[in-house]
């Protein structure tokens, strides 16, 4: 269905389909080639192609992707990111009203935890979220028969068109699907709905395959909108505009090292084993009689020549180029915050560490502040239709590093503890400041005292016994 699109939305769309591509891996890389020029994604070998060998050439086109392994940074990265976000459940304080609500924010049994992951996760590959709030149709119903408000979720390839006037967002078209029967198949159809301010009231209506119909008028305790209860989210501003995808440049080296390995694998497929050569005199009815079962290029072949014939081996000289090539984009995509295991030997400073671990996460941190804040507001609406008043708060997890300490500096005040140089309130708190826990050390204590180490040692659990037998008598003699 045609509808107007944004310069921005057009810009952006081709870089939203390699992020979500290499995010899916080889299979979502291979899907890129389809109707793409490859400006921003892969690039067919330019084979000759001629009426005669059109078959040959699709099969080795076909078979140059096919022996390319893709190396999926982005989506690793991508996923650690959203767990990052998702290691500590979305805090809320809502009105005792709007409790089952947030058991099912979407309609559909979407906890808020559950619709905050799928915003973060969705400004990590995009940068650009929509969600509408959308009142319940209680007009006639009794009190049992109340419906909710619900949030429903757009993605950035679903908001094609806006228009802000004034500094106030007046117009929103958003691309939906929908099931209609046909017989008796059910076919799925796309149409738009549209959010505008007419003469200064909002109203949704719907275009499918005719003209716009369903035009609908919400309203707050019998009051008409004045504006459009929709909340854009970026990945740096929650506002209409286009904020980049984060992603991107990560995915775009990762669609570069994939095609560097089809390269390599091509190369080597085809030039990496030796080639036997045979010079001779004589006339091939004559080597064939010497050699009936052919020429042998194994390791324990017997081939009969002449005295004066030569036999060579050719094979490509091991220059590394692509490989070694591999490997840079390998180490960009890090610098770019992949996700990956690296070699525990590589050497770096602990001031390099930090800088890349706060880097990495800094990004991160904005989305977690922003789906945070336009989700509240998304909630205060929905309560706002439903006509229930009191305070509301929401905070999505942004705890991913303590401010001033690396990974190895908890590491080494984990060490010192274990080695008896510093007491065990010192992890205690270096813990709760990096967010593990929110529990106090008396808490912690008493859950270490009733679980116990993990995979102990029957000779460490015996001297732990004897140390609290001796605990034990001394309080008794103190006594």
């Known amino acids: 269905m045609e509808t107007k699109l944004d310069k921005g939305y057009t810009d952006n769309l081709p870089l939203w389909a390699q992020v979500r591509a290499a995010i899916r891996g080889k299979q979502g890389a291979i899907k890129l080639l389809d109707g793409s020029d490859g400006y921003y994604g892969l690039v067919p ?252 290029v194994g390791a324990k072949g017997v081939n009969q020549f002449a005295q004066q014939d030569r036999v060579e081996i050719l094979q490509i000289a091991a220059t590394g180029a692509i490989s070694t090539e591999m490997e840079r984009v390998e180490k960009r995509m890090i610098m770019l915050g992949a996700q990956v295991t690296q070699d525990s030997a590589t050497n770096q400073t602990l001031g390099a560490k930090e800088i890349e671990s706060n880097a990495s996460t800094s990004q991160l941190k904005r989305i977690a502040v922003n789906t945070s804040k336009g989700l509240q507001w998304c909630i205060e609406q929905a309560s706002l239709f439903m006509g229930i008043s009191g305070e509301i708060k929401v905070k999505v997890n942004d705890q991913f590093v303590t401010d001033d300490m690396t990974a190895q500096d908890v590491q080494s005040v984990f060490q010192a503890v274990q080695g008896g140089s510093l007491p065990q309130s010192v992890l205690l708190n270096t813990a709760r400041k990096a967010g593990y826990t929110d529990k106090t050390n008396e808490e912690l204590i008493e859950e270490l005292n009733e679980e116990g180490a993990t995979g102990e040692s029957e000779e460490l659990a015996r001297l732990r016994m004897e140390n609290d037998n001796l605990r034990e008598q001394l309080n008794g003699a103190t006594e």
């Open 45 to 296: 070998p330019a084979y000759r192609v001629t009426n005669d060998n059109y078959e040959t050439v699709d099969k080795r086109r076909r078979s140059y992707f096919a022996r390319g392994r893709f190396f999926n940074a982005t989506g690793r990265t991508h996923d650690a990111y959203v767990g990052m976000v998702g290691a500590k459940p979305v805090e809320t304080e809502v009105p005792e009203g709007l409790i089952d609500f947030m058991e099912s924010v979407d309609g559909e049994n979407s906890t808020t935890n559950d619709f905050a992951l799928e915003i973060a996760s969705e400004l990590l590959v995009t940068g650009r979220y929509g969600v509408l709030v959308d009142p319940p149709s209680n007009e006639g119903k009794t009190r049992s028969q109340m419906e909710t408000s619900k949030l429903i979720g757009y993605t950035a390839e679903s908001m094609p068109h806006h228009v802000v006037s004034g500094g106030k967002l007046v117009l929103v078209d958003l691309l939906e699907l929908y099931w209609e029967k046909e017989g008796d198949e059910y076919e799925c159809k796309e149409q738009v709905r549209r959010l505008e301010l007419i003469d200064g009231v909002y109203t949704s209506k719907i275009k499918r395959d005719g003209g716009w119909e369903q035009l609908v008028t919400p309203s707050i305790n019998g009051r008409p909108l004045n504006y459009i209860p929709f909340q854009f989210f970026g990945s740096e501003q929650n506002k209409p505009i286009y904020d980049r995808p984060v992603m991107f440049d990560l995915a775009h080296e990762n669609m570069g090292h994939f095609q560097l390995s089809c390269d390599n694998l091509e190369n080597l497929h085809y030039h990496g084993q030796g080639m036997t050569n045979v010079f001779s005199d004589a006339d091939p009815d004559t080597i064939a009689e010497m050699n009936p079962g052919g020429i042998d």
